[in-house]
């Protein structure tokens, strides 16, 4: 039966696929309720004190602004402050959940509201897109992705019965193992330019206001790849050398050329060995990921370290812990997929 | 009539592994439609003469032919003249191999196994390898199974699956390395069964075998080896009944 059909034929499932599609359905339909009647911008400005509203209506004539106000729409909550700053400073905030509005000034609705705003601000939302969760998100899978690719050839290299490709591919694990990613990135976006006299933000137009950010997004993209690619061409390596040697025997003996024979039937039995290791390498370059601070971009650590500083507010780290453990648990749970998809004839 | 003596002899071949000399100076020519059991001890070197057959070991010193035309001469590990990369790949596909662990590929089904050669070798159209291999399969008892992942096999079915994938090449030599030396002593029957089919039909054969009720029925011929030497070839009746050579006596007498 065909996989779609399989899918359609719903009377068939099991019983715990079922379950989960229950729950998953019952979620989204809460999160979209919840997201339906939430508190508009709007409300909240016709919630704020007289004084800030008396603020609002006087910055309607002058050209002096003094209130800041911040509206963070999470989708399920929102939160909303008005502040301004000097002598009697105003400082108000509400929390809007479920169509209600709430006082985010003390208590549960002042901690309510500072996860809602951290959050909003780690997972980058209304920022650029090399910012928060999407810079962590786009870093890890596009320097995986190439670093996978990579790493095949290296591993392959290093096997290799040529001495000079053999001793080239190990050159490079050993040196990108050997050294500490953060120096490589160094090296990246301050040398590489300085030798060969160009500046990463010159790839992109003068005019671009995000060239800063882009050029620095590339550079790390260079040098998060680089080193993925060493240490995946290690667990490539590995997995291609466990698959037994009777595997290459039968090949050969079949008269398939060494290129058939990895193609066809070695790399293919490995990539399941593989799928383990190549997950928990994921999850620890996600991690990884903050040490482009260093070179002027904001990942989720960065943000609740700068967070931090500026409001000593302790309680920063809740959500920050909380993102990275989902994206761990979305990860895993895609890569244990593949995995027993690809465990199928065993 | 063919046009050639031998289908497959070789003259002189030595192979070491380090100071360990494992083949001594093995001579032996094989005519077409022959069947040869190859007997003896472990440790004999019979496994590394037939896969230095077929190159899946280095011979150190030695002379192959195939269909009488020289394949390969080595002497202390020089290559002294291999035959074109183009005919030496058709001379090794003369030859089929099946090993004592299957050696099945676990990521294809039985039907792929038998298949993936002939296309990516043989470079047949799909339609005309599956064609193939169904036929072959038929043979072998196990149209089936066809679909199905060999680690649902027993070992017996695996192993009729080996020899099916590679008949599928059209060898006209089969190398079979103790093939039945990992099967339950109950499964043993059915892979011999069509081994004899196979010997039936003409094709010629190298069995590495320790089953000497198979050898003596089926094998025109049967060598004896120990120590990297022939030490003793002659008709099953001659050296089951009246063998010559002390460590065979003493060999057939332990098995027996």
Known sequence: MSRFKKLVDIKNWKRSSKTVAIVVLATLALVFLLSAINVSKQDMLDQASDSVKQIIEDEKTSSRKSLTITYNNLGVVSYTSFTTSGANAIRESYVGFAGSIYGADEGAGKFAGQMVNYTYRMLGTGENLLHGVKLTLLLTTLSMAIGAVMSVFLALGKISENKLISRLSSAYIFFFRGTPLLIQMFVIYFSVPGIFGFSWRSLFSAGDPEAVYKGAFIAALIAFSLNAAAYCAEIVRAAIQSIDKGQNEAAKALGMSYGQMMRTIVIPQSIRRMIPPLCNEFVMMIKDVSLVFAISLMDITTISKTIMTSEGNYLVFVPALLIYLVITAILTFIFGKIEKRLSIYE | ?256
């Open chain 2, 1 to 256: 009539m063919s046009d050639y003596q031998h289908i497959l002899s070789t003259e002189h071949l030595y192979k070491s592994f380090g100071p360990l000399e494992v083949l001594k100076d093995i001579n032996l020519a094989v005519k077409k439609g022959e069947v040869i059991c190859i007997i003896g001890p472990s440790g004999a070197g019979k496994s590394t003469y037939l896969r230095s057959l077929n190159q899946l070991e280095k011979i150190t010193s030695g002379k192959i032919f195939i269909k009488d035309e020289l394949f390969l001469h080595r002497e202390h590990n020089r290559t002294i003249h291999r035959a074109e990369p183009e005919a030496q790949k058709a001379m090794l596909l003369e030859m089929g191999m099946v090993f004592q662990r299957f050696n099945l590929f676990p990521h294809k089904t039985v039907l792929e196994n038998v298949m993936i050669a002939q296309v990516l070798v043989r470079k047949k159209t799909k339609e005309a390898a599956q064609k193939l291999a169904e036929e072959i399969i038929e043979r072998v008892g196990l149209s089936d199974k066809l679909d199905v992942y060999p680690s649902k096999l027993s070992g017996g079915q695996q192993q009729r699956v080996a020899i099916a994938r590679a008949l599928a090449m059209e060898p006209e030599i089969m190398l079979f390395d103790e093939p039945t030396s990992s099967l339950d002593p109950e499964l043993v029957g059915e892979v011999l069964g069509v081994m004899k089919g196979l010997a039936k039909q003409g094709m010629t054969m190298l069995c590495v075998t320790h089953e000497m009720g198979f050898a003596r029925e089926v094998a025109d011929r049967v060598v004896f080896m120990a120590d990297g030497l022939i030490l003793e070839e002659g008709t099953p009746k001659d050296l089951f009944d009246h063998p010559t050579n002390e460590k065979a006596i003493n060999f057939l007498k332990s098995v027996l």
